[in-house]
Each structure stands twice: as C-alpha cells, then as structure tokens.
Nanobody, 118 residues
Framework: QVQLVESGGGLVQAGGSLRLSCTASGITFSRNVMGWCRQAAEKERELVAR???????FYADFVQGRFTGSRDNAKNMVYLQMNRLKPEDTAVYYC????????????WGQGTQVTVSS
C-alpha cells in the first residue's frame, strides 16, 4: 500500500509562487531518494528535482535558482517550493520515490496540477 499524495497545486500568475507537499506512506521513507517530476500536456514526463537521503538536491536546468526541494524524514514528507513561476512551468507535478537510489523512480503519486497564467 505505497501511497504518495501531493498537494499544493493550483492556479498562479506568472512570477508567483507555490509550495507543493507530498506525504508518503507504505515505504521506508528515509531509504528512498525522493523527487519531483512534471508532465505538461502532450509532452514527456521530465525530472524537476531529485532529493537524496540527506536532502542534497539535484535540479533540472530549467528550474535552477527558482525551485527548492527539501524533505523531512521525521514526517515522511517532501516539498517543492516554486518561485518566479513561468507559463512554461504549467504541468502536472508528481512526487516520486526511488528505493534503489539512482535506478529510477518506481513509486509515484497521482499528481497535482500547476497552472501558471501569462
């Protein structure tokens, strides 16, 4: 019964901010590399951020300097603070877990819609 549940998506104007949250259950959270991916309409799913066991985060180039990923192992939660949002950030954002560390995300949430108006 692995569950990843995202929240915090919504509609925001360009330049605004959103904070996404993900609550995980059914996994040994601290053993999972966690991350955020997104998928825009008619586009491939792409990595946004990957957060290792201790919170060190790798970011995709297109969000570098604007987004901040973090995790709270005590609460089984992962976050994505998104600032200076652009219309091209519009997508469904998914929380994901990689229990094997670098071998690919295998646990996925249902996603939360982020829409940035221009």
């Amino acid at each position: 019964q692995v569950q990843l549940v995202e929240s915090g998506g919504g509609l925001v104007q360009a330049g605004g901010s959103l904070r996404l949250s993900c609550t995980a259950s059914g996994i040994t959270f601290s053993r999972n590399v966690m991350g955020w991916c997104r998928q825009a309409a008619e586009k491939e799913r792409e990595l946004v951020a990957r957060i290792n066991w201790t919170g060190n985060t790798f970011y995709a180039d297109f969000v570098q300097g604007r987004f901040t990923g973090s995790r709270d192992n005590a609460k089984n939660m992962v976050y994505l603070q998104m600032n200076r949002l652009k219309p091209e950030d519009t997508a469904v954002y998914y929380c994901a877990g990689d229990p094997l560390g670098g071998r690919g995300f295998s646990f996925w949430g249902q996603g939360t819609q982020v829409t940035v108006s221009s």
